[in-house]
Structure formats: C-alpha cells, structure tokens
C-alpha cells in the first residue's frame, strides 16, 4: 500500500467513525466531470486524486460512509489543523474497520456460493458428488485416469460467479503441470474422475477450493469458484 493509500483510508475511516452520532449515508451522486472542465493542473489533479481515493476505498469493501464529516476532516488536514483523534487511534480504527469490512464480504460469498451450488445442482448435466463437489462433462476422454499420487498436464481457466477470469492457462499458452496430492481438494477428486481428453466444467465451493483465508491477492476468503479444466496427460 502506497503512502497516499495510507492518508486516503485514514482520512476515510476516521472520518466515518467521528460521524458515529449522524446517520451514515451514501452520497448523492454529483454531476459527472466533463474533460473540457479540466483546465489546468490543478483541477485534473484534483480529479485524478478523487477517482484513485474512490477506487481504493471501494476496493477496501466501503461503499458508503458520512459525507459531511468526511469533507471537513479532509478539509482541517488539508489546512493543517490537528486531527480529533491521535496516530494510534487513527490505525487501531482502520485496522478495526478493515477486518469487519472482510468478515462482512466473507459472510456474503459464502452465502452466495451456497444460493447459487443449490441452484446449480437442479441444472441438467451436473453431477454431484458426496464432497459437494459438481461437475460437467463437457468432453469425455478416452485416455487413462490419474491417481491422487499421479503428476498431470492440463489446461484450464478459473472464474468467479460474475464470470470474472482469475486464472488461466490458455491466457499464459503453457498447461500447467502438477502432482493431484498438491493443489486444492476440489481438484484432486475431479481429476480423477477425469480420462486424458476429457473437459469438465468444475463448481467447487470455498470448501474445496481456498477455504476461509481464500488466496491473498487473488481469491477472496469463502469463495465458490468455476474452473473449465481439460485433462491432456497423465505424466
């Protein structure tokens, strides 16, 4: 996180909880900024300075806070007045919000994995197995199976609910490559049901997949994920 992520959050975070006796709410949203409007540095910089402040806040999971009390401590900090609350309160705070706002986004893509396996399951094609795990058979082989003990070479691409790509080999041009005992449970089990030549739509909740820490950077904590895996070899 850069510097200037780190005043943006403070200022936000701190902003939001000195506003603790007014209800919080989502700004209305103000007229858009037209280019032509940007007619000096100052003012693009200004702009620029916004878009990346919101872009970073809603990655951190806010999506609305007190706009008024924002604006003035945005504002004294600017003009250099002391703030209300000291450093340490200030971090204890951001690191506070932070891990509600996590638990929140947790909670929610557990429940929304669970909605959409249940729908999932009742779709003509999938199969279920006792772990939970769904697949569909795309293509079947005609090749050899692997073993949990078995290395293998497949190609696949990994995508969340809304369809965003996280992962994949066909981006990158090399298959991927390793032994089934070593990657996510969801994996181990359906490669082996899989035959060389065969492509599967997988469907593994977080269970099966990441779990609760999820994969930092990449995949976030309790998340269901779809992968199209083709198996080309038993190695």
């Known amino acids: 996180m850069t510097i200037t992520s780190r005043v943006f959050l403070l200022v936000a975070i701190s902003m939001l909880f000195m506003g603790c006796n007014e209800p919080a709410s989502t700004p ?68 506070a919000y932070r891990t509600e ?47 949990a003990e078995d290395k293998v070479r497949v190609n696949y691409e990994g995508r969340f609910l809304d369809g965003k790509v996280f992962d994949s080999s066909y981006k990158s041009g090399v298959p991927a490559e390793f032994t089934l005992s070593n990657v996510i449970s969801g994996w181990t089990e359906v490669l082996q049901l899989m035959k060389e030549g065969s492509e599967y739509e997988v469907y593994l909740s977080d269970t099966l997949a990441y779990g609760e820490r999820g994969y930092p950077g990449a995949i976030p904590p309790n998340s269901t994920l779809i992968f199209k895996i083709e198996l080309l070899e038993v190695l």
């Open 101 to 147: 706002l996590r638990e929140e986004a947790a909670l929610k893509a557990k429940q929304e994995g669970e909605d959409f396996l249940r729908e999932n399951g009742t779709n003509e094609g999938v199969i279920t197995t006792a772990s939970g795990l769904q697949y569909k058979i795309i293509r079947e082989g005609s090749g050899g199976s692997p073993k």
């Open 28 to 95: 209305s949203a103000p007229k858009p900024v037209a280019q032509d409007e940007l007619n000096s540095l100052i003012d693009s910089a200004s702009y620029a300075l916004g878009v990346q402040n919101a872009q970073f806040l809603k990655q951190e999971g806010v999506r609305s806070f007190n706009q008024d009390v924002y604006n003035r401590g945005f504002n004294s900090t600017l003009n250099d007045e002391e703030p209300v609350l000291d450093e340490e309160t200030l971090y204890n705070i951001t690191i």
